[in-house]
């Protein structure tokens, strides 16, 4: 399918003349703004374990945003997800779990606000998820997704600036049950979500969503999780910000310049971190971007996105030259198949990168009898997730009997 017909790459400088001269953005549109803007900055995940801590062990996990810092300090309103938990005892290093003085790091970057509502936050229980909120209060940051009973989980948060009401929503897929007495984070449900949109459009005069959904290392969002981010624009979201995938996916802006940005990537995380190794969309993992949205009273007014990646030391760099090029146009290319019947891809993107992975784990689990975990799997497992199977099974004697 061809790259999206609007958007275009420009050098960057031409918005941002104190950013690198030969750095490109994807130019996703721009109108002339109303009044005073506001800059919006959005990253997608952020972790803290694995390679990245070893990696912050000599300058700390600023150092690690070196580069990118003096682009996120002019944003008014910076955002990520934070996929770990911050705990005050990391002697005994646990997967997808960071240190809480990493919240510091965060906000001298220039980070202001992070969804928590995501499948990793509450690996270490409740108690994990407190220590979380604790280290982003003491270090000035505000959190959307969570709190410390379900009604402040899913509350409207404000992050108003230069006369605008800025206001958030954000929920997650877990699918785990959450104890009685918090704190909690805002369990996706999206009948919930758009009710929560309805009710708060009178107040904001811009209204962001975030949403941790979908299925991971596809080009694609699900289908029905694409039509939900469609319905929460057409309820009142200016900008719909998603992530779980792990690599960017594309983006959609409608005729009011509403935006659903449908996977922001990975912005600093260890892609090899976990029980099995995911070898699918290795590079695809190690590349990502800073989304930039100026915001003013009628909505988004400019949508950029600058390319980054992660080097070996898991530094995140700026991309440029061919890097640069190939990360803006796939990601234009993948926004301009959203506009049409994208199933077929997306069922074949799913049977390759995510049925092999997810047997792989299965066994891990097996092995050492974790029946606990093999249980909670099949007692999830549905026709698609059969059909899935059976495609890569066809794939894989298709390949064979091609040897």
């Not at 997608?44 to 700390?60: M, P, Y």
């Not at 983006?251 to 699918?280: H, K, P, S, T, W």
């Not at 092995?367 to 997730?385: I, M, S």
Request: glycine share 10%.
């Amino acid at each position: 399918m061809d790259e999206h017909p609007f958007f275009d790459i420009v050098p960057a400088s031409r918005y941002l003349p104190e950013i690198l001269p030969e750095l490109l953005a994807l130019r996703l549109f721009e109108r002339a703004p109303v009044g005073t803007t506001t800059r919006l900055l959005a990253v997608g995940d952020v972790g803290f374990s694995g390679r990245v801590a070893n990696s912050a062990a000599g300058g700390g996990y600023g150092s690690l945003l070196d580069e990118i810092r003096p682009m996120l300090q002019t944003g008014q309103i910076v955002f990520g997800n934070l996929e770990t938990p911050l705990l005050a005892d990391t002697s005994a290093p646990a997967m997808f779990t960071g240190p809480t003085e990493a919240a510091k790091a965060l906000a001298q970057s220039g980070f202001t606000l992070l969804n928590l509502a995501n499948n990793h936050i509450r690996d270490h229980g409740p108690q994990g998820l407190h220590s979380t909120m604790s280290a982003l209060q003491s270090a000035g940051l505000a959190w959307v997704g969570a709190g410390q009973d379900a009604a402040s989980a899913s509350e409207l948060r404000r992050t108003d600036c230069c006369g605008l009401r800025i206001g958030w929503l954000g929920c997650g897929q877990t699918k785990e049950k959450q104890s009685a007495g918090g704190p909690y984070c805002w369990e996706y449900d999206p009948e919930a979500v758009l009710a929560a949109v309805r009710s708060a459009r009178p107040s904001v005069d811009v209204l962001v969503v975030s949403l941790h959904v979908g299925l991971m290392f596809l080009d694609y969002p699900k289908p029905e999780d694409k039509l939900v981010a469609e319905r929460l624009r057409e309820a009142g979201a200016d900008l719909v910000l998603m992530h779980h995938a792990h690599v960017i996916q594309g983006v959609q802006v409608d005729d009011r310049r509403r935006v659903i940005c449908y996977n922001l990537g990975n912005f600093l995380f260890d892609c090899q971190e976990g029980n099995v190794r995911a070898e699918v969309m290795v590079r695809e993992q190690q590349e990502g971007a800073v989304f930039l949205f100026d915001l003013d009273r009628e909505g988004v007014c400019r949508g950029l996105v600058l390319p980054t990646w992660t080097d070996e030391n898991l530094r995140v760099r700026w991309a440029t030259g061919e890097q640069a090029e190939r990360i803006l146009q796939r990601l234009a290319r993948i926004s301009g198949d959203l506009e049409s019947n994208y199933s077929t891809l997306f069922e074949k993107q799913r049977a390759e990168r995510n049925a092999g992975l997810g047997l792989k784990v299965l066994m891990f689990h097996l092995k050492r009898g974790n029946c606990a975990y093999v249980w909670q799997v099949f007692r999830r497992l549905r026709w698609e997730h059969c059909r899935m199977v059976w495609q890569w099974l066809l794939g894989r004697l298709r390949i064979r009997s091609s040897r």
